[in-house]
């Protein structure tokens, strides 16, 4: 099946510090997403990626679709302690019935 | 306010029970999903309906059944079955031709006793 690698799985940081992941595919794909999940509740779409090279920004959020169509990396940038969840890498997987592939998530703690 | 519920929030079972999870919308979604979350990966599909009176098996069906009577509900019975049914499970609906926008519920935690 469809398998994502996403990284780093955990990070600890400082508020105000920046903060970069990636994730990365064995197959090529036309839509790349990131979604948040803040503690105890269910993800939410942050940003949506449509086309190779495309660099999508929301706040302080930024990501990009990677050249390859493989990969995608999310930036966030000033963090803050509401930055604190688990960010998932998700591929549509181009089905009629609207499949997401979740990669593992990476687990973000900002302390004050 | 417009929005997926899910109930109860943490919900135990004891071993040989099936045990019933609740999804509502009222979004006037068309296709709605069952994902399992375990520590560690990523949401795991276990069921999905595009429309009403019909839903399909997804990755990790085994253990599960569901049933899709009416358009803002679809819940998720986790029968005996299911040898691991410990995880955070999420309900999620789609509006028609938004692939990617999947509106999740708040989750219900299912511990086994």
């Known amino acids: 099946g469809q398998q994502l690698n996403q990284s780093p799985q955990s990070m600890f940081i400082q508020e105000g510090e920046d903060v970069s992941m990636n994730c990365t595919s064995s197959?090529?794909?036309?839509?790349w997403l990131w979604y948040k999940q803040d503690p105890g509740e269910g993800p939410v779409l942050l940003i949506a990626l449509y086309k190779a090279g495309e660099l999508t920004s929301n706040g302080r959020l930024t990501a990009q679709f990677g050249i390859t169509r493989k990969d995608s990396f999310l930036n966030i940038s000033a963090s803050i302690p509401s930055d604190v969840g688990i960010y998932f890498c998700v591929i549509a997987g181009g089905t009629s019935y609207g499949k997401l592939t979740f990669g593992q998530g990476t687990i973000l703690t900002v302390h004050p | 306010d417009g929005g997926i519920t899910q109930s109860p929030k943490y919900l135990f079972r004891k071993e040989g029970q099936n045990v019933t999870l609740s999804c509502e919308q009222n979004l006037n979604h068309d296709a709605m999903y069952w994902y399992r979350q375990d520590p560690g990966q990523g949401l795991r599909l276990i069921y999905y309906?595009?429309?009403?009176?019909?839903?399909q098996k997804g990755d990790i069906a085994e253990g599960y059944s569901v049933s899709r009577e009416k358009k803002e509900s679809f819940p998720l019975t986790v029968t005996s079955a299911q040898k691991n049914p410990t995880a955070f499970y999420l309900c999620a609906s789609r509006d028609r031709g938004r692939q990617e926008t999947q509106y999740f519920g708040p989750g219900t935690r299912l511990l086994v006793l």
């Open positions: 309906s595009q429309i009403v009176n019909d839903f």
């Open positions: 197959s090529i794909f036309n839509t």
